[in-house]
Nanobody, 125 residues
Framework: QVQLVESGGGSVQAGGSLRLSCAASDFTSGSGYMAWFRQAPGKEREGVAAISLRSGSTYYTDSVKGRFTISRDNAKNTIFLQMNSLKPEDTAMYYC??????????????????WGQGTQVTVSS
């Protein structure tokens, strides 16, 4: 069981930036993925970005491509989400996910076995 702690959320104006961090107790699989999801009120949890801990390959939902960057520091057991050019539509609770399951889509919730508590991101116009 991996413990995940998110940080870096907050309230910003449209066009601003935030950097989210997710510190994991352990990267339980060197070949697995970690990801960021978000959920706004009344909406389903949405996969935002995922990263292979092995290769560093990244995956993004279309709405954040070119604006968000996911990265990892394996030595620190930490992943990050740099969010630039934020829009009000990005407002959501952001969750870190880890311990991926083989063969599942990496931007879908069933692909992960461990979840953080979430950090709120609010973008005002």
């Amino acid at each position: 069981q991996v413990q995940l702690v998110e940080s870096g959320g907050g309230s910003v104006q449209a066009g601003g930036s935030l950097r989210l961090s997710c510190a994991a107790s352990d990267f339980t699989s060197g070949s697995g993925y970690m990801a960021w999801f978000r959920q706004a009120p009344g909406k389903e949890r949405e996969g935002v970005a995922a990263i292979s801990l092995r290769s560093g390959s990244t995956y993004y939902t279309d709405s954040v491509k070119g604006r968000f960057t996911i990265s990892r520091d394996n030595a620190k057991n930490t992943i990050f989400l740099q969010m630039n050019s934020l829009k009000p539509e990005d407002t959501a609770m952001y969750y870190c996910a880890a311990h991926s399951r083989y063969g599942l889509e990496v931007l879908t919730p069933p692909a992960y076995r461990s979840w953080g508590q979430g950090t709120q991101v609010t973008v005002s116009s």
